[in-house]
């Protein structure tokens, strides 16, 4: 029997009181929001602890769930803060968390388990095989990828043993949510604690055009619905935590209409949705991935990438006020977007003041000149854009809606922690005087592009290498088993992205692999832990053992469940930085799902870096060394008939936007950089480096020589350590 719409439950978002309300009077039937902290919206208004108490009882008294967004990473020295908040939490009872960072989970496990989890999407789950990992951590829900078709969506309900949450309208991102480190390059805002500052929303140039090139429609999933319910998702998301009440409850109402309308009122129905979402402001939309992995419409280049309605261009800027011909009406409580057109930043602002020759104005028409009141830094020659209005709702100030919601459900008391169990909670696993960081010499794994190139570093005398796992390199492999086997120090990669259709594959290689002796892999996302999992059992199954370099047959890959039958093959797994390790919380959890070897993030800063090395034991933690790291892992192709791109931003950047597969990568012009921190980081214990030379154009005879430059006491020019000295916000 096909299952009704409306048993999908409408899950709205809320950055303010106001949104909140507006979701629930508009049908929604769960409602997510975020903390002043830990947020992976940090710019929106979001929530203290004792507002949240009571919107948890606003909640339950309409009968709605509420879920509290601590999605964002946490640092090292972040963790006696989160620790007060879980207990804070724990206390309040909403009806899950969402999280990303495995130091949550950690301690969510450990602590506080009754606190329901469910995997944010910055978790990078896109596959089966990811959601059966996180089903076996505990996890209640997964928010799956927004990459995901149609098709892969059916194939990873029919294997779920869990809750599926899909978003369906809202804003994209160019990148799979969780990989996306553009904005933490540029200037340590990091997307992956809430605080990108959207530089794929910036105009580029390329060759001889420019254009929005890394700026996706939104997304309006709304006539997929009915195709959604029968699936077996449980769950539709609304983006918009940034976005006021009036958006919040138009797009609600929306999906409402439509999730509660009979099959024979549906085409009415979504023609008065499509009405009320014509209301808001957002920019053009798409269907995204959902009715294919190639969508021509995700993309539109020449347009701006502005939410908006245009009101015009600043003609004068002086002493915080701008002076612009309105092509729109406008209005003192409005919200605006300014656009940078010498960097591209996008600056959101409620307008507090307008006005014309020194006479204050409530209101203004089109064709109007006036005078706005606007954020530091604005200049003549921005754009200014509407992106709501004022209403009665809007116009009450954040006190007057504290008041409507406590007058509603008074906050709760909360109990602090007790000093003793704060501190025993605190321990890190590293901690003990006899731990002391291990001396010896660096320890270098180069990652390779072939089997070929690896096995022509180990003739020059490097003998650890890391080369990822897909069909060119696997077929190599095939070829020059015997050869390969020289290669006692090498590393299988999985690669961060394995859609659906490609998992029989893995498992057939994996297979072929650990018949092969291989025992030491790299591995970057949940769903990797449950493939491997999957094949060191059945490699661990009696049967007569193979040898050669004949790939393990189809019929000898049906998954085995972990725990059945003999003990699996026992695996020496290593962590790429997508594992985003920036606490020790992080880093027992990892230890915990048999990652022997996680790579600090990529993102992390000095503080960070000098904290966790101090709490873990550091000879089990790695650091890339020298990369060009991607900024971004696209599944939206390049410009038909393209392969590579060449991008230059407002500011002059550079960058290069690369197809290999059906994926896209932008990587910047200059490489990840780390060697003179790993130099202040080596007396700590930090020995284990990667250099990756993918995407870097050097020949494999330059491999060496830039290892023993990177090593040696001088200083290579040319790139950059990230976030190390400026700081990760």
């Known amino acids: 029997m096909t299952r009704p ?3 999908l439950e409408l899950l709205a978002p809320a950055g303010s009181i106001e ?4 979701a629930l009077d508009n049908g929604a039937d769960a409602v997510y929001v975020g903390l002043k902290a830990f947020s992976a919206r940090a710019y929106a208004a979001n929530f203290s602890l004792a507002e949240v108490s009571s919107l948890v009882q606003v909640c339950r008294q309409r009968g709605r769930k509420l879920y509290v967004a601590l999605n964002a990473l946490v640092k090292e020295e972040e963790r006696r803060e989160l620790l007060e908040t879980m207990q804070a939490l724990s206390q309040i009872g909403p009806d899950a968390l969402i999280i990303q960072d495995l130091g949550v989970y950690h301690l969510a496990r450990r602590h506080f388990p009754e606190l329901a989890l469910h995997a944010s999407t910055l978790m990078t789950i896109h596959n089966s095989a990811g959601v059966a990992q996180a089903a076996a951590m505990g996890f209640k829900r997964v928010v799956l990828a927004r990459e995901l078709t149609l098709t892969e969506l059916a194939a990873i309900c029919r294997q779920a043993t869990v809750e599926l949450e899909v978003f369906v309208h809202g804003a994209l991102c160019f990148c799979f949510s969780g990989l996306c480190l553009f904005s933490s390059f540029l200037g340590g805002r990091a997307a992956t604690r809430g605080r990108c500052t959207q530089p794929c929303r910036r105009l580029y ?4 055009e420019s254009g929005h090139i890394l700026s996706p429609s939104d997304l309006s999933a709304l006539d997929l619905i009915p195709q959604l319910a029968a699936l077996g998702i449980t769950a539709i998301k609304l983006e918009g935590r940034m976005k006021g009440g009036e958006y919040v409850g138009r797009v609600v109402q929306a999906y409402r209409q439509v999730l509660d309308s009979p099959p024979a009122d549906l085409a009415q129905a979504l023609a008065a949705a499509q009405e009320l979402l014509a209301q808001t402001y957002s920019r053009r939309t798409t269907s995204g991935f959902f009715r294919g992995g190639q969508p021509t419409d995700i993309l539109a280049p020449m347009e701006t990438g502005n939410i908006g309605l245009f009101l015009g261009e600043l003609t004068h800027v002086a002493e915080g006020r701008g002076v612009v011909r309105l092509r729109a009406p406008l209005a003192v409580g409005d919200r605006l977007r300014l656009h940078s057109t010498a960097s591209g930043e996008r600056r959101s602002f409620t307008l507090k003041e307008l006005s014309w020759q020194g006479q204050a104005l409530a209101a203004a028409e089109a064709g109007e000149l006036v005078a706005v009141a606007l954020p ?3 200049a003549a020659g921005d754009l200014l854009y509407k992106v709501g209005e004022t209403t009665a709702s809007s116009s009450r100030s954040g006190k007057k809606w504290r008041e409507i919601l406590f007058a509603q459900a008074g906050p709760m008391a909360i109990t602090p922690l007790a000093a003793a169990a704060g501190a025993a909670m605190l321990q890190p696993p590293g901690a003990g005087p006899a731990r002391r960081p291990r001396s010896g010499p660096p320890l270098v794994y180069v990652r ?4 070929s190139e690896a096995l022509e570093i180990h003739r020059q005398g490097l003998r650890h290498q890391i080369l990822e796992l897909q069909e060119e390199n696997f077929t190599e492999y095939l070829r020059q088993v015997r050869p390969a086997r020289k ?8 690669p961060a992205i394995i859609l659906e259709g490609s998992l029989s594959f893995y498992r057939q290689a994996l297979a072929t692999l650990l018949d092969g002796g291989w025992r030491a892999f790299m591995v970057g996302n949940l769903g990797h832990l449950r493939l491997l999992g999957e094949a060191a059992v059945r490699a661990g199954q009696p049967r007569a053992r193979r040898s050669g370099a004949r790939p393990v ?17 026992a695996l020496t797994l290593y962590g790429d930085y997508p594992l985003h390790c920036l606490n020790s919380w992080a880093w027992q959890a990892w230890q915990d799902l048999n990652v022997a070897y996680p790579t600090m993030s990529v993102e992390a800063d000095a503080k960070t870096m000098r904290a966790l090395l101090g709490n873990v034991p550091s000879d089990r933690m790695m650091a890339y060394l020298y990369a060009h790291v991607p900024l971004m892992i696209s599944r939206v192709p390049l410009p038909a008939g393209k392969k590579a791109l060449r991008l230059t ?12 597969g059906n994926l896209t990568y932008l990587v910047a012009k200059f490489p990840f950089l780390f060697q003179k921190p790993f130099r202040e980081l080596f007396p700590r214990g930090l020995r284990r480096l990667v250099v990756d030379v993918n995407f870097s154009g050097l020949p494999v005879s330059a491999i060496r020589t830039l290892v023993q430059r990177l090593l040696a006491e001088g200083q290579l020019t040319g790139g950059l350590p990230f976030n190390y000295y400026r700081g990760l916000d």
């Open 5 to 7: 719409s409306s048993s």
């Open 553 to 569: 047959a189809a019929s000898d890959t049906d998954r085995v469940k972990p725990g059945e039958g003999p003990p699996p093959l």
């Open 19 to 22: 949104t909140f309300f507006a």
């Open 649 to 660: 931003s407002p500011k002059g950047e550079q960058f290069r936007l690369l197809s290999r």
């Open 205 to 208: 140039t390329y060759g001889q």
């Open 448 to 451: 390779v592009r072939s089997l």
């Open 376 to 378: 530091e830094g604005a």
């Open 487 to 494: 290669l006692t120090g090498l590393i299988w990669q999985l």
